[in-house]
């Protein structure tokens, strides 16, 4: 297809890319497209991978993806298995580089906020002290 539309020029199969030269790759591009059409979708990495990398992601709505994406903020979940809707939130973000830029910087905001390996460790103490607190009896912690 690509030598059929004669699009060599632009599109190009890198293969595999791993670690360090992932990150790197990543941080090339404008934004992040994935159409799973994957019915037991969780959470990618590499959602959070192109969102660390401060890139929009267009995704479908499956899994806990519409949860991880902020619609209209860090990027757009389209329905799935629809290729027009991809197509035309790839075109809006492409012809819109103010538009882009604000949601691959709302993107890493989310991903610095929510899922770090600090925001993990901060939301599984919180959850943890919580427990803790609720298990107790207000003798044992000092409450009347």
Known sequence: MV???????????????????????????????FPSMYRLEGQPLVILEAMCAGLPVIA???????????????????????????????????????LRQSMGKAARARYEQHYTSRAFADRIEEALLNTLERGQSPELNGRA
């Open 3 to 33: 030598a059929k539309l004669d699009l060599a020029e632009t599109v190009s199969f890198v293969g595999s890319v791993t670690g360090d030269k992932k990150a790197a790759f990543l941080r090339t591009g404008d934004l992040f497209v």
């Open 60 to 98: 479908s709505d499956i899994g806990s993806l519409s949860e991880t994406i902020d619609d209209g903020i860090t990027g757009f979940i389209v329905p799935q298995n629809n290729p027009e809707a991809v197509c035309d939130r790839v075109l809006q973000l492409l012809r819109d580089p103010t």
